[in-house]
């Protein structure tokens, strides 16, 4: 009888389930293809790439998909990612709402839901998300996922399980918190901060998807900060790390107990309602930070001196936030993400990293985000289907 483990190095078991992901990496990343292009993209013989394809087929992982014809007489039968082999799904929580959505194994989004966001009470945050999971369902027409992740504008500390940097949030705030919603929905279920969400959304098919070093700073009503190093989140020891709204900047008075003030240094000079009063204070209007920064940069790009000085200042506030960043990480790379960022566009962005590299030893680039639509739901869908692929690919060989 042989004692070796599935992760003894050598074992024929081991090799297969390598041999097994691989050809399921190549298939989600090129599409369908033929038993011969397998083998070549993976290194495999034909007897082994047969073997594999067999292995694959019978767990349910892989389809047929046709035939591609090929020279005289010639044809070739294709294979695909079994597409409905798994599906998850991703909620924003906001104040006003849910979002949810659905995908399948491939990442094609198959269903989408919004409801009105939970009101005070736990047990009704713990039954919207299951109407918003459902719904997403329901629109798809699944009466199953395999797994949720949920993003928050907060986040939730491991050892209690309790939500923080989000008393804006009603209804979520209990104790257990994890372990009620698994338990509410069925499924594994992961609470992630949104802004990390963003930055994994960054990562996978954004401006850090060759840069596994970066860190993303969002500007909107509320400011926060992922980080990211060797392509995994820095969470913190509490979940908090990135929430950089909190940080004390020489410029702005100082919070003492920033949680229960629920406000700090940063985002007391740069979140969104600072930056209307500022730009403001320059002769612009517009009662939402996007529409007065929009307003702002194509005067700016006009050629007039108070969008110049209005941005300029913008931009100072930020990099002085960022210097902080800056000196202590040594990013390979910054995104800029949210509202504020994306509205002041190249002029703001440019204002920014001149500012920050007059600060700073370390000369990061500045990008503006490039991830279309909801970037948090993107980045959720990412999270979910990394684990569930994980499961799944390594389910092939028993």
């Not at 993003?151 to 009620?180: K, M």
Request: aromatic share 2%; glycine share 12%.
């Amino acid at each position: 009888m042989s004692t070796s483990s599935p992760g003894t190095p050598g074992t024929p078991r081991l090799l297969r389930a390598i041999n097994d992901r691989a050809a399921l990496k190549v298939l989600l990343e090129r599409g369908p293809l033929t038993r011969p292009e397998i083998g070549a993209l993976t290194g495999l013989s034909k007897p082994t790439a047969s073997q594999l394809l067999t292995r694959l087929r019978d767990a349910g992982l892989v389809v047929a998909d046709g035939i591609r014809e090929g020279g005289p007489g010639r044809t070739a039968e294709l294979y695909r990612i079994n597409a409905s082999a798994a599906h998850v799904a991703a909620l924003e929580v906001r104040r006003a709402q849910i979002r949810a959505c659905t995908a399948d194994l491939t990442g094609t989004v198959t269903g989408r839901f919004e409801l009105p966001t939970p009101g005070p009470s736990g047990g009704d945050a713990i039954a919207r998300a299951r109407t918003a999971v459902e719904g997403a369902m329901a629109d798809a027409g699944l009466d199953r996922v395999d797994r949720v992740v949920i993003g928050v504008p907060g986040a939730v500390d491991p050892r209690t399980e309790r939500l923080g940097y989000a008393s804006h949030l009603p209804g979520w705030h209990i104790p257990d918190l994890l372990t009620r919603l698994r338990e509410g929905l069925g499924v594994p279920v992961a609470v992630e901060n949104d802004v990390n969400l963003v930055a994994m959304a960054e990562l996978a098919h954004g401006q850090a998807t060759a840069t596994p070093d970066f860190v993303l700073l969002w500007v909107s009503a509320g400011i926060g900060m992922a980080i990211v190093l060797g392509g995994t989140l820095v969470r913190g020891a509490t979940g908090g790390a990135g929430e950089v709204g909190y940080m004390p900047v020489a410029s702005a008075p100082i919070i003492r107990e920033p949680g229960r003030a629920n406000t700090g240094g940063l985002q007391a000079v740069a979140g969104a309602p600072a930056v209307i009063r500022l730009l403001r204070e320059h002769g612009f209007r517009g009662g939402r930070a996007d529409q007065i920064v929009r307003r702002a940069r194509e005067a700016y790009e006009d050629g007039d001196e108070r969008a110049r000085a209005g941005l300029e200042e913008l931009a100072t506030r930020l990099a002085t936030g960022l210097a902080a960043i800056v000196s202590v990480l040594d990013p390979e790379l910054i995104v800029l993400a949210g509202e504020v960022p994306l509205a002041g566009g190249e002029p703001l962005r440019s204002l920014v990293e001149r500012e920050l590299h007059t600060m700073t030893i370390p000369h990061p680039p500045l990008r503006l985000s490039s991830v279309d639509g909801n970037p948090v739901l993107a980045g959720a869908l990412h999270l979910a289907l990394g684990e569930t692929r994980e499961e799944l690919f390594s389910s092939t060989v028993r």
